[in-house]
Nanobody
């Protein structure tokens, strides 16, 4: 059974930090590129960051460049999103996504809430 389980969300003050984790199971994690998306209330789900299957290339939305870092540990089947200097506009549900580059198979996690507020 394929699972992507996000964790690490919560309430944080502006300027604070959070580290999200997404633990994968039920598929060959190292074959998949991984992404973090976020969706704020009433808005579309947008790409935040992605990382190649080997972890050798990353890509970020302009709004998070220099503040967020995506990484992965293929030995632990986990992808991370380190979020620093958080702003209220970062408030959203954060989802991880797995994508196989050839088969185009896609898996989504259930999401974790991040709220940035004083």
């Amino acid at each position: 059974q394929v699972q992507l389980v996000e964790s690490g969300g919560g309430l944080v003050q502006p300027g604070g930090s959070l580290r999200l984790s997404c633990a994968a199971s039920g598929f060959t994690f190292s074959w998949y590129s991984m992404s973090w998306y976020r969706q704020a209330p009433g808005k579309e789900r947008d790409l935040v960051a992605d990382i190649t299957s080997a972890g050798d290339n990353t890509n970020y939305a302009d709004s998070v460049k220099g503040r967020f870092t995506i990484s992965r540990d293929n030995a632990k089947n986990t992808v991370y999103l380190q979020m620093n200097s958080l702003k209220p506009e970062d408030t959203a549900v954060y989802y991880c996504k797995a994508l196989h580059g050839i088969w185009r198979t896609v898996y989504w996690g259930q999401g974790t809430q991040v709220t940035v507020s004083s």
